[in-house]
């Protein structure tokens, strides 16, 4: 099975060099040490060629310190793309900016979180889809606990996309569209070191903001509900991609 992952940012130095990059962090959540499968890289910060969705089994859009408003060239082209991913119905997670981007892609609209930062440890609450959603609700909590950092959010899903999740600070934090796509403002791919180093990396920004970086600091905790999800997903593209063989 091979896994397109597109990366469309990097996490702070303080953290790459501890953990890897977005990279290495989502090989270890979605496939451990399987290697069964491919994990392919492409970046379009740097010119990449976003390939024909079909030529892979699923495709994973990661997050980005860039913001979707800045209508970057290479956003603008990935944004662009992505609604041919759901067409083809090629099993999609989006992540973050990734989350964002689809939305906008599909119709959404992305701008400022009204409601401030959201960052460190964060409860989750499923919606009563998500509790059925063959993704959420394989993981049997209908509260998950996720690691954040975002200052935009999806502030109007896309026509059609159904609501799988909400947190106090953001009610659209997860979404649906079709049968093989799915949309996290979470991180599912960062655990607990990494989210105490987002808050360490931008605790100016954070005093700044009126929020207390200190206080945050406390509430962090372990979030193995990101990784529970991510081999979910692996599992279920594994399962279309199974299925889709026999019958071809």
Same mark, same amino acid.
């Given at each position: ?47 990449? /060629? ?25 956003? !603008? ?21 990734? %989350? ?24 989750? !609450? ?23 950092? %975002? ?20 009610? %659209? ?7 093989? /796509?799915? /949309? ?24 700044? !903001? ?16 990101? %990784? ?15 299925? !889709?063989?026999?019958?071809?």
């Amino acid at each position: 099975m091979r896994i397109l992952l597109v990366q469309t940012g990097n996490t702070l130095p303080s953290i790459a060099e501890e953990q890897g990059d977005f990279d290495a962090m989502f090989h270890r959540g979605l496939l451990g040490e399987e290697r069964e499968h491919d994990l392919v890289l492409v970046d379009p910060r740097n010119g990449d /060629a976003l390939p024909a969705p079909s030529d892979y089994d699923a495709v994973v859009v990661t997050g980005s310190a860039a913001m979707v408003t800045q209508r970057l060239d290479w956003s !603008e082209r990935t944004k662009e793309w992505l609604p041919g991913v759901v067409e083809a119905q090629v099993p999609l997670l989006a992540v973050c900016y990734g %989350h964002q981007l689809l939305a906008e892609g599909l119709g959404g609209q992305v701008g400022a979180n009204p409601l401030g930062r959201e960052i460190g440890t964060i409860q989750v !609450e499923l919606t009563a889809q998500g509790q059925t959603d063959a993704l959420f609700g394989a993981l049997e909590s209908p509260t998950l606990r996720m690691q954040a950092t %975002h200052v935009e959010s999806v502030l109007r899903l896309p026509a059609g996309a159904l609501l799988m999740g909400t947190s106090p600070l953001d009610p %659209h934090q997860a979404f649906r569209v079709g049968d093989r /796509a799915w /949309a996290v403002q979470f991180h599912p791919e960062l655990d607990d070191r990494a989210s105490r180093g987002y808050i360490e990396g931008r605790a100016e920004r954070i005093r700044e !903001e009126g929020l207390d970086p200190d206080a945050l600091l406390a509430t962090v905790s372990a979030s193995p509900d990101g %990784h529970r999800l991510l081999r979910r997903f692996v599992a279920i593209a594994r399962e279309f991609a199974e299925t !889709e063989a026999g019958s071809a």
